[in-house]
């Protein structure tokens, strides 16, 4: 008891009193802001976790605010840890659909209080001996926690204190004056609530921050961060006299429209679109016509298995028409001015080199979110090692050019003691119980949007087809589609999502790339993580913006599958192989720049922990393949400092295998030797003392 209370006066003496004193207690006053290096949401998720109680008081909240706190809500659930929240409506600014977010909070009692201009922003959380309280500018919402210029104090006081006193007084004095939040209650206020007052208060905010792609009726489109920049470097590789160029973006970034916008700039004769299905093709006409408005329709033609428009200017192939001799030989080989290959990843295949090799074009575009390739081929060779630009998902959600996403890593149904892995049985994949569990937590954490807009990826066919069916039951429309159905019926499917006729489209690998459903605000893992790459791919499904979302809600159910330690990886973009770098990113209460969170429930996280602790992450084939991808990337043998700037695998991995680097080049990447047997005792002498200053 002495001790906790010396602590505090120490603490609030060096924050109020005197800077320059010595003292590392837990309790000292600080400033809260948002920045790169901090945000006001790790501190309010680290008290809740810290807590026996809270009370929050704020006027406003938002859907994406609550999403941000809604595992850590349900982790002190399970503890027994309740709170309350204390809100209103002033200025018309909460909505119906978040009113109803609250009252899935089990743990949380919610009332609205009446007081005229209630504008309140505090936080009490109460823990043994003390009380920590955050006041200050931050609203609950996404903005205000994570993005937002604010300026908020966190301090301590003792149970025993006068200002604690008062300000609970305070609190619960309005609580008891104000209304239990009832389903009731929000019915009534569906009825006269009248969105536009947010949309007034909130439109100079909302225009600033907004990176839509947007059409005016000029049809003339406004380039976004990417496109603006990829759009420079293009021009400057031209310039230097090169005659093709690789654009490495994240899905959802805008990689046609940009491409669109270059051909624009570029001024070609004639143009060659060279996609691997027809509904990406017709998606990319489109977008082309939008911005070459001025150009006839007449234009813009294709060359697919039903089209054969040979003679247009603008010209949009699928691969599977165009790679056969018969087609492609009825061009001249300089027929086209510039040629893009979409998903240009794919081009290892034999039909994409039969024409990558036949024409010779002036310019040649690479687009591919993911360049990473485990066959033979090196697409960065391809394209002459000129990478134009590169933006990959974490730089893309703190661009604002994707839309938010709140990921939630849940733990999979546990049944008899059992926990989903990798050999689960189909019966009990498609179990009643597993899917009574599924609709629990997809329903608690929830969507963004008015209408429910889901992927799914499951493992097998059959339990694609199996859970569709047992959704559809339960009131949850939903289709099953696979390799099998034909293009016709995909489109169909996929229309009637975007229309709302279903909620859910259930697959196993078929939508990891080349689909475009920006309307999606819920993406589902029901599966193992196979690779971070396709993990990625799956997530980016729901990273398009659409006007029905305000961000896209990913519930990822952790079984008992091996490869779990590659969720940090895929999350962070991290491939250093380093598990200490994934522990921390794991417990960092917010390692997302921008308002997108990345949160696990407490047993989810400790499944993830257990994979990283097991996993062997210096295996020689993983060494070997980050190797072989830098020294792709770069066009020659790297050396360690190549490894650390092209965010490859932490050097410290690769020589807890090897005494020196020259040895790994000697022994797994036929490099001939390059320095004496003494220099060799040296280096590893040197690296052993120095390797840690190549991450500094």
């Known amino acids: 008891m002495e001790n906790a209370i010396d602590d505090l006066k120490y603490s609030l003496h060096k924050g109020f009193i005197d800077r320059s004193i010595v003292h590392q207690g837990h309790h000292v006053p600080k400033l809260l802001i948002n920045n790169a290096e901090e945000n006001v949401l790790s501190t309010v998720i680290d008290e809740l976790q810290k807590c026996q109680s809270f009370m929050i008081s704020v006027a406003f909240i938002t859907e994406s605010g609550l999403a941000s706190l809604k595992a850590h809500l349900y982790d002190l659930a399970q503890k027994g840890v309740k709170g309350k929240i204390l809100t209103s409506n002033y200025l018309g600014f909460n909505t119906p659909k978040m009113y109803e977010e609250l009252l899935k909070l089990k743990n949380v009692e919610v009332r609205l209080t009446e007081v005229p201009g209630f ?42 204190g006068d200002l604690v006193h008062r300000v609970k007084h305070q609190f619960t004095d309005l609580w008891e004056q104000s209304t239990p939040l009832t389903p009731d209650w929000i019915a009534h206020y569906r009825e006269v609530y009248q969105p536009q007052a947010v949309q007034r208060v909130f439109e100079d905010s909302r225009l600033q921050t907004d990176l839509i792609n947007r059409v005016d009726d000029a049809t003339q489109i406004e380039p976004n961060l990417m496109q603006v920049e990829a759009l420079q470097s293009l021009s400057n590789v031209r310039a230097r006299g090169e005659d093709r160029a690789l654009i490495i973006s994240a899905t959802g970034t805008g990689k046609t429209i940009m491409s669109a916008l270059d051909v624009r700039q570029a001024e070609p004769e004639r143009f060659l679109f060279v996609v691997h299905s027809e509904t990406i093709l017709n998606d990319a006409m489109r977008a082309y016509q939008k911005v070459l408005a001025t150009e006839p329709a007449s234009a813009f033609g294709k060359l697919s298995g039903q089209h054969k428009d040979m003679d247009a200017k603008y010209l949009f192939a699928t691969v599977q028409t165009l790679s056969k001799a018969h087609i492609y030989s009825q061009f001249d080989p300089a027929s086209f001015d510039y040629i893009v290959f979409d998903e240009a990843h794919r081009s290892a295949a034999d039909t994409y080199q039969r024409i990558f090799h036949y024409f010779k074009p002036q310019f040649m575009l690479g687009m591919t979110a993911t360049p990473e390739r485990t066959d033979d081929l090196n697409i960065f060779e391809q394209f002459n090692y000129n990478v134009a630009y590169e933006i990959r998902l974490q730089k893309a ?21 059992m926990v989903v892995d990798d050999n689960s049985q189909l019966r009990y994949l498609t179990s009643d119980e597993r899917v009574k569990y599924i609709l629990d937590r997809t329903r608690y954490y929830g969507y963004s949007g008015d209408v429910l807009k889901g992927l799914i990826f499951v493992s097998r066919k059959h339990e694609a087809v199996e859970l569709a069916e047992k959704l559809t039951q339960q009131g949850i429309a939903t289709t099953a589609l696979t390799g099998s159905d034909s293009q016709q019926r995909r489109n169909t499917v996929i229309q009637q999502l975007k229309d709302g006729e279903i909620n859910y489209i259930i697959t196993v690998d078929l939508f990891n790339e ?5 309307e999606i605000n819920q993406v589902v893992m029901l599966r193992g993580t196979q690779s971070s790459i396709i993990f990625v791919q799956q997530l980016g499904r729901g990273l398009r913006k659409s006007p029905n979302k305000d961000y896209v809600t990913v519930i990822d159910f952790i079984g008992n599958y091996k490869n779990n330690y590659l969720i940090p990886i895929a999350l962070s973009g991290d491939h250093s192989h380093n598990k200490d770098n994934y522990r921390k990113f794991l417990t960092d209460n917010a390692p997302l720049r921008g308002v997108s969170t990345i949160n696990f429930e407490e047993v989810a996280k400790k499944k993830v922990f257990e994979s990283i602790q097991s996993a062997t992450l210096n295996e ?61 005792k040296n280096l590893t002498f040197m690296s052993k003392e120095l390797a840690q200053g190549l991450k500094s």
Do not use: W
């Open 514 to 518: 080349g689909i475009d459903i920006p």
């Open 119 to 160: 504008h309140a922003k505090g936080y009490i959380f109460e823990h043994d001996q003390f009380s920590s309280l955050i006041v200050g500018s931050s609203n609950l919402t996404s903005n205000a926690l994570k993005v937002n210029y604010e300026h908020n104090i966190l301090f301590s006081t003792h149970q025993n």
């Open 397 to 417: 959600l703190e661009s604002e050019i994707l839309c938010p996403f709140h990921y939630f890593g849940v733990s999979d149904y546990v049944q008899d003691g």
């Open 620 to 680: 020689m084939k993983m060494i070997v393949e980050a190797y072989q991808n830098v020294k792709n990337r770069i066009g020659r043998t790297p050396t360690l400092m190549d490894f650390i700037e092209q965010n490859s695998l932490d050097p410290d991995v690769l020589l807890s295998k090897f005494a020196n680097y020259e040895i790994f080049l000697e022994k797994k990447a036929q490099v001939t030797p390059r320095i004496s047997e003494s220099a060799s």
